[in-house]
C-alpha cells in the first residue's frame, strides 16, 4: 500500500524550533519530488517546500524561507521538515504530498493524513 | 510569487454539469492539478497535466486549459462531489516553486 505517515507536530512556544518526519512506503522513494504543503485552521492549502528526487532542486514559500530546511533521506524513505523561529502564523496542518515526477512537476497524487503544528504561548 | 484565482464558492443542481475556474499568469506555461478535499479529509488528485485522471477517479471528472485560465468540469454532479478544490501549478518566476487557489467550495443542490 502507498503511504506517507507524517510525525513531528505538536504545541511549540513562538521563536523555538520543531523538526517534521515523514515515511514513505509502497513506492520507489527515491524515484519521486517530495513536497510539503498547509493548511491553517479553516483555511485554504499553502504549498511550502518541495525537493527533487536527489535534492539537487529545492525550494520555498516566501513564507517560510530562511526558516524551514526540507531534505530528505532516501535510504531512509523520509523526507524532513526543519522549522526554526516558528510564528503564531505557521500554525497548521502539515502534509507531506509525494510529485508524480523525479523533478517537481506540482502534481501531487499521494498525500499524508497530516500532522498539526500549533505555535502558542 | 505568482498567484492563482478561484471563485469562493459554486453550486451545481444534481446530475448537472459545472466548471470551476483558475487563473493565473503561471498558467500560460505550466498545467494546472487539482484536488478534491473533503471535510476533515486529506486533499485528493483528481486531474493532472493536459486533462489526467489518476485511477480511481470518475471520469465525469476532465481538466482543460486556455490561456492563463485552467478549469475543472464535473459532467453529471453527484451528492459525492460537493467538497472544496484547489488548483495548484508551478510559479511562473522561473524557480522553484510552487502555489495554490485559494479554493472554490462546491454545492451540490
Known amino acids: 500500500e502507498v503511504q506517507l505517515v507524517e510525525s513531528g507536530g505538536g504545541l511549540v512556544q513562538p521563536g523555538r524550533s520543531l523538526r517534521l518526519s515523514c515515511a514513505a512506503s509502497g513506492f520507489t522513494f527515491d524515484d519521486y519530488a517530495m513536497h510539503w504543503v498547509r493548511q491553517a485552521p479553516g483555511k485554504g492549502l499553502e504549498w511550502v517546500s518541495g525537493?527533487?528526487?536527489?535534492?539537487?532542486?529545492?525550494g520555498y514559500a516566501d513564507s517560510v524561507k530562511g526558516r524551514f530546511t526540507i531534505s530528505r533521506d532516501n535510504a531512509k524513505n523520509s523526507l524532513y521538515l526543519q522549522m526554526n523561529s516558528l510564528r503564531a502564523e505557521d500554525t497548521a496542518l502539515y502534509y507531506c504530498?509525494?510529485?508524480?515526477?523525479?523533478?517537481?512537476?506540482?502534481?501531487?497524487?499521494?498525500w499524508g493524513q497530516g500532522t498539526m503544528v500549533t505555535v502558542s504561548s | 510569487s505568482s498567484e492563482l484565482t478561484q471563485d469562493p464558492a459554486v453550486s451545481v443542481a444534481l446530475g448537472q454539469t459545472v466548471r470551476i475556474t483558475c487563473q493565473g499568469d503561471s498558467l500560460r506555461s505550466y498545467y494546472a492539478s487539482w484536488y478534491q478535499q473533503k471535510p476533515g479529509q486529506a486533499p485528493v488528485l483528481v486531474i493532472y497535466?493536459?486533462?489526467n485522471r489518476p485511477s480511481g477517479i470518475p471520469d465525469r471528472f476532465s481538466g482543460s486549459s486556455s490561456g492563463n485560465t485552467a478549469s475543472l468540469t464535473i459532467t453529471g454532479a453527484q451528492a459525492e462531489d460537493e467538497a472544496d478544490y484547489y488548483c495548484n501549478s508551478r510559479d511562473s518566476s522561473g524557480n522553484h516553486l510552487g502555489v495554490f487557489g485559494g479554493g472554490t467550495k462546491l454545492t451540490v443542490l
Open positions: 504530498a509525494k510529485d508524480s515526477s523525479s523533478s517537481p512537476r506540482y502534481a501531487f497524487d499521494i
Open positions: 525537493i527533487s528526487w536527489n535534492s539537487g532542486s529545492i
Open positions: 497535466g493536459k486533462n
